[in-house]
């Protein structure tokens, strides 16, 4: 024990700012995948449905209203300018929040004639504009302590906030007569009431709102980026909304289950990429390739065994957060697990091309695959029903992760990289052994005795290699 409070002692504020928001995001989305049996049981799952369709809604019109800028841009702008950390932040927020209300302004003028289309009640986009109104601040905040190296203040207000969302919903379930409404007004309750405190917060450090040149920029820049941010929304959520509307709500609900299952292993993943996104930089700008190519190699390799370990026990996972009216869903889930593992895989060159700022290319090669994703589903969906859009998001993901190791491998040409920081072939050979293993699964559902012999398996290899996967995390971490 002693060995361990020394060494995270000496770790660099870097590494434990990285480790704390690691934590962090695991208990956030882990307290997010807990409550998801307690919510299917107190909703039917047309209920359900209609709240999964409103969270994709608000995840498409936050990508107009706020132009992510509190992503991409503000990190940009604090790096180069070296400026007042707290100003910026304070201006980039008003910025923001003009695009928000010039958006949904527009949104609620023709709110009666798209009412019939989106499944939105005014209530419900009332809702929705304060709730993305008042999330930017957070945002705002986390990105800047991200920066910095701080985390306490953040991470206490975000645990903070998903706690009192979970139990103000819960508490309004028991209020309302519509419990779809109730987790709407659960969610919006806290991140309105904990974004005004914020937001001022960020006034009175920043002091300004308004500064015409960074506004310019920030719209300038952000606006090219809209198509590669609009491609994340239809890739994770527009699968759901042409259910909604091929289908019925109900099948909505069932697959957004199956979807929001998988999706939790996003959380590992997103903290993997949190650490190595700054890292693959710094290393680009080492000219350090080989480096680069051999991590991602054991990064992939890592990811392939987890994943398949993982559609090995999503029959057990669905019993779990789920009664038996969302059994099917478990037919969807190994092809939304590969989804998942294509969008990691995509945004490592990604990384590529936004360090060499090709921002219009990378919309481009990400609205590809976002058209891809719609066309396949307004064929499939209505001819074969929700399971196939699992599929064709898989297939759309796989393109997505193709199309930006294309241009990262242009890019490796045109800046003339005396090496490539990605191996090709032994990423694409992982990949292809990673589909058949989840595709297979499928065929052992039925089979419980062969899947747990197999995870004992995939455990036991797991703990045998515990120090080398901890000396590859800190490695990395340093």
């Known amino acids: 024990m002693m060995n361990i409070n020394s060494k995270y002692k000496n770790m660099a504020p870097a590494v434990k700012a990285s480790f704390w928001f690691m934590i962090c995001n695991i208990l956030q989305k882990g307290l997010a995948f807990l409550v998801i049996p307690i919510y299917t049981r107190l909703l039917t799952t047309a209920e359900y449905g209609t709240y999964s369709v409103y969270n994709s809604w608000m995840a498409l019109f936050a990508v107009f209203a706020t132009l992510s800028i509190s992503s991409e841009y503000f990190v940009i702008v604090v790096l180069k300018n070296k400026t007042d950390t707290d100003e910026i932040l304070s201006i980039l927020q008003g910025c923001s929040s003009a695009t928000c209300v010039v958006f949904f302004s527009i949104l609620y003028a023709w709110q009666p004639i798209l009412e019939p289309f989106l499944h939105i009640s005014l209530p419900m986009l009332i809702i929705m504009f304060a709730q993305v109104f008042f999330s930017t601040p957070l945002l705002f905040l986390t990105r800047k302590y991200q920066y910095l190296y701080k985390y306490k203040f953040i991470v206490i207000v975000t645990l903070s906030m998903s706690l009192m969302t979970v139990a103000i919903s819960l508490l309004m379930i028991n209020v309302l007569p519509d419990k779809s409404m109730s987790l709407i007004a659960g969610a919006a309750t806290v991140q309105i009431i904990g974004g005004i405190i914020l937001y001022i917060y960020n006034i009175s450090k920043g002091k ?11 719209i300038t820049y ?59 930089l710094s290393k680009l700008k080492k000219q350090e390739y080989k480096t680069i190519a051999k991590t991602i190699n054991e990064i992939v390799l890592g990811l392939g065994v987890l994943f398949i370990g993982v559609s090995l026990i999503m029959p057990e996972a669905l019993l779990i957060a789920a009664s038996s009216d969302y059994k099917d869903a478990k037919w969807s889930m190994p092809p939304i697990l590969l989804g998942a593992f294509f969008l990691f895989l995509g945004g490592i060159p990604c990384l590529i091309s936004l360090y060499h700022e090709k921002t219009i290319l990378v919309s481009c090669a990400s609205a590809s695959a976002a058209v891809l994703n719609i066309v396949l589903n307004s064929i499939a969906i209505p001819k074969m029903g929700y399971i196939a859009a699992a599929y064709t998001t898989m297939i759309s993901y796989g393109f997505f992760a193709l199309f930006h190791f294309i241009l990262a491998n242009i890019w490796s040409i045109k800046y003339k990289y005396f090496n490539k920081p990605f191996d090709n072939i032994i990423i694409l050979l992982l990949s292809l052994c990673t589909i058949l293993l989840v595709l297979l699964s499928l065929t052992l559902y039925n089979y419980p005795i062969i899947r747990y012999i197999l995870i004992i398996i995939i455990v036991t290899i797991i703990f045998i290699l515990r120090k080398n996967i901890m000396a590859f995390i800190l490695k990395l971490k340093g």
Do not use: E, Q
């Open 208 to 218: 300004r709102i308004f500064d015409k040149r960074y506004w310019k920029d920030a």
């Open 222 to 280: 952000c606006i090219p980026l809209i198509p590669h941010n609009l491609a994340y929304y239809v890739l994770n959520s527009s699968d759901r909304v042409m259910i909604d509307c091929f289908c019925s709500t109900s099948d909505a609900g069932i697959y957004s289950l199956a979807g929001n299952i998988c999706i939790a292993i996003n959380v590992i993943t997103n903290a993997i990429g949190s650490t190595l996104n700054p890292w693959v």
